[in-house]
């Protein structure tokens, strides 16, 4: 056989060992997954106090009513609790020049520096501010003008990386304050690699228990089994996003869609689709639950859903006495 014949037959073989290297480390990291699911920890929660009220703001994602605010396939939630000010995720800050989040907190009146709380879902760059910030470990705070002395940050295992800073690993559900709690990082085998997240939990009084989430790669079948598991209670309430790219997603990686194939699913050749949507809205139809979804991962047509309320950049929704 000619040289030139050898030649693209090695490098279509080496391909495709690749390929099938990572499809092996695919399935390996589902079996751990699985392994981490199945020996959970039996935290439950029953009373950790209440909220009168919960105000939510969106900060950061693909929609937007203003021209002064920006856009961005990221999620960032600023959100006021009584006496407490929480930013719940830092968005992608994917604008060199004028950071999305400072930004679109100045351009609506929003005092950044009155946060007392930070609560980081996962470590994606379009949840901690970008790709350095997903590299390093550090999310870039002195920006919107906290500083660590002033700060509490809640963070799945080893996704910060920030001394002098009060970060604290969340492992299991946890209490994080009067009427907060995590309801614990859930690991997921996406395709890119593992991954944990964790949501926030709120329970307003008269209201319900608000469940706060970034991505949702921890699926909603483990989200719902778990908030049963953990407060004996479904929510009233999900705010943030769910992770439906289905037709398909936002962000295309040479020519791959990479949120819906690479980041959701069972792998590229089993993605999220519309069976998915299906037992989605039957959910929300069985538990009667309010969804606000920023959309940074999740499809316009999926938005436009009636039972779901698509959360513009900047805009506000206030759950509890005050509604």
């Avoid at 964790?198 to 209201?207: I, T």
């Avoid at 590229?268 to 989605?280: E, I, K, Y």
């Avoid at 139809?285 to 039972?307: K, Q, R």
Wanted: aromatic share 6%.
């Amino acid at each position: 056989m000619k040289r030139w014949v050898l030649i693209p037959l090695a490098v279509t073989a080496m391909i495709g060992l690749m390929v099938g290297g990572l499809f092996l480390r695919h399935a390996g990291n589902v079996s751990d997954a699985q392994d981490d699911w199945e020996g959970r920890s039996d935290v439950t929660i029953k009373d950790f106090g209440t909220v009168s009220q919960v105000t939510i703001t969106a900060l950061s994602g693909p929609l937007a009513n203003d021209d002064h605010l920006l856009t961005e396939p990221g999620l960032s939630l600023l959100i006021e609790a009584d006496s407490h000010t929480l930013l719940f995720d830092y968005g992608l800050n994917a604008h060199p020049q004028r950071k999305t989040v400072p930004n679109n907190a100045k351009v609506i009146g929003a005092d950044l520096s009155r946060v007392d709380t930070v609560f980081l879902s996962h470590r994606h760059r379009d949840h901690m501010g970008g790709k350095l910030a997903e590299s390093t470990g550090k999310m870039d705070l002195d920006l919107i003008g906290v500083s660590p002395t002033s700060v509490a940050v809640f963070a799945p295992p080893d996704a910060l990386s920030m001394p002098g800073w009060a970060v604290s690993e969340i492992y299991a559900p946890t209490i994080i304050g009067k009427g907060a709690a995590s309801l614990g990082p859930i690991r997921r085998a996406l395709f890119i690699g593992p991954i944990e997240e964790q949501a926030l939990v709120l329970d307003v009084e008269g209201y319900g228990l608000v469940l706060i989430v970034g991505c949702g790669h921890q699926t909603l079948g483990k989200l719902s089994a778990r908030m049963e598991e953990v407060f004996g209670r479904q929510p009233r309430a999900i705010v943030g996003d769910l992770h439906y790219p289905v037709p398909n997603g936002r962000l295309q990686i040479a020519g791959i869609d990479a949120q819906r194939r690479l980041a959701s699913g069972d792998g590229p050749l089993q993605p999220v689709g519309d069976p998915d949507v299906r037992a989605f809205s039957q959910y929300v139809t069985n538990h009667g639950t309010e969804l606000y979804l920023i959309g940074h991962d999740t499809h316009d047509d999926v938005l436009s859903l009636p039972f779901v309320r698509a959360l513009s950049v900047g805009q506000r929704i206030t759950l509890g006495n005050a509604r």
